[in-house]
């Protein structure tokens, strides 16, 4: 079956540091979108994208993030200079259409650890 | 503010207990999904909902559109279902999540 594959699943880095986390969606789906939480926090709505570009952001998803399609295949997110409190786990999700009836497959997720 | 509420936050039953987690939201939606989160964190999709009622195997879930409300009902609930289920709903790109019902099946 296929699934959403995320990779690292677990980063540490130091704070200042930029990070890029990466995500392979299923082949066929259009839209992606990335997803955090904080330990014992809710998920937490980033960022949608589609047509190579940003269609949706949150409050949260601010000039430190990004996010690109660089090969067709992969979906990124970078963090440019990671703060103690980006220390989550990120979660890659895609699906095959937008809007109505959306039916969002997830990654695994990557722990982001900064110290 | 919060545009999704589950209750109960915890939830501990007897193996073979049915089990009700409720979800209620508070804006328009397209759809509302209920998800399972595992101990080690992964989400799986469980139930994507526009109306009315949805099985997979012992799990049912429900939506009232008019109420704003909906429920996740596992029948004959088994210690491996013991995990974090979460409501979230899909408003044109975007979506909400509830803050997850913690759930232990005790064998």
């Known amino acids: 079956e296929p699934e959403v594959t995320q990779t690292p699943s677990h980063q540490v880095t130091q704070m200042g540091q930029e990070v890029i986390l990466r995500c392979v969606p299923i082949s066929n789906h259009l839209y992606f979108y990335w997803y955090r939480q904080i330990l014992g926090q809710k998920v937490e709505f980033l960022v949608s994208f589609y047509n190579n570009e940003i269609s949706e952001k949150s409050e949260i998803f601010d000039d430190q993030f990004s996010v690109e399609r660089p090969d067709g295949s992969n979906f990124t997110l970078k963090i440019r200079s990671t703060k103690l409190e980006d220390s989550a786990m990120y979660f890659c999700?895609?699906?095959?259409?937008?809007?109505?009836?959306?039916?969002?497959?997830f990654g695994q997720g990557t722990r982001l650890t900064v110290v | 503010k919060n545009e999704v509420e589950q209750s109960p936050q915890n939830l501990t039953a007897q193996e073979g207990e049915f089990i009700t987690i409720n979800c209620s939201y508070s804006?328009?939606?397209?759809?509302l999904h209920w998800l399972q989160q595992h101990p080690g964190g992964g989400i799986v999709s469980l139930f994507m909902?526009?109306?009315g009622k949805k099985k997979h195997g012992r799990l049912i879930a429900t939506i009232n559109i008019q109420e704003k409300h909906s429920s996740l009902h596992i029948t004959a609930s088994h210690p491996r279902d013991s995990a974090v289920y979460i409501c979230a709903v899909s408003t044109g790109n975007q979506f909400y999540f509830g803050t997850g019902t913690s759930l232990t099946v005790i064998p």
């Open positions: 999700a895609s699906s095959p259409q937008g809007g109505r009836n959306t039916e969002a497959f």
């Open positions: 804006v328009g939606i397209s759809a």
């Open positions: 909902l526009s109306s």
